[in-house]
């Protein structure tokens, strides 16, 4: 899965109860994979209708609207 706009494989999820903490990830194969594994236990659950933000360019959506590669 890939930025709709630069074909990043990176992207990151604001946390809804501190919004200055972020969460990086990948989506590979459907599946979000976060860059730092510690991380992965305190993240918020993320779904296909959440807002996630591409790292390379300004795109934001939902999981559900990143497109397969």
């Known amino acids: 899965m890939v930025c709709p706009i630069c074909r990043s494989k ?3 999820i604001k946390d809804p109860d501190d919004k200055y903490e972020t969460y990086e990830f990948e989506a590979r194969q459907g599946e979000v994979i976060f860059v730092n ?3 992965a236990g305190n993240t918020p659950e993320i779904k296909g209708e959440h807002e996630i933000f591409c790292q390379l360019c300004s795109w ?3 999981l559900d609207s990143v ?3």
């Open 67 to 69: 497109k397969r590669k």
């Open 60 to 62: 934001h959506g939902s």
């Open 10 to 12: 990176q992207f990151y």
């Open 37 to 39: 594994p510690q991380e």
